[in-house]
Nanobody, 116 residues
């Protein structure tokens, strides 16, 4: 069973930074476009960033463009999300998955809380 394990969240003041990590088990990680999703309290889970399997193409939601950077290390089966200039509206649980060919099971996510 493939597992996704997110980590790196925490409580940070507005303007601060966090780096999230998502480790995936299984050999198919490097073949997948990967993404980071955010679920704010009471809202749906939205894709905020994605990166192609080779890492050459990244895409971002307008709300995080210019502040977040997604990257990956296929040798470690890990995808990262560097979050800078954090805002209170970035608060939520962050998950990783593959937007185009999702893993069956989601991880538990990692909580990010940005205080004003």
């Amino acid at each position: 069973q493939v597992q996704l394990v997110e980590s790196g969240g925490g409580l940070v003041q507005a303007g601060g930074s966090l780096r999230l990590s998502c480790a995936a088990t299984g050999s198919i990680f490097s073949a997948k476009t990967m993404g980071w999703y955010r679920q704010a309290p009471g809202k749906q889970r939205d894709l905020v960033a994605s990166i192609t399997r080779g890492g050459s193409v990244t895409n971002y939601a307008d709300s995080v463009q210019g502040r977040f950077t997604i990257s990956r290390d296929n040798a470690k089966n890990t995808v990262y999300l560097q979050m800078d200039s954090l805002k209170p509206e970035d608060t939520g649980v962050y998950y990783c998955n593959a937007p185009n060919s999702p893993y069956k099971y989601w991880g538990q996510g990692t909580q990010v809380t940005v205080s004003s």
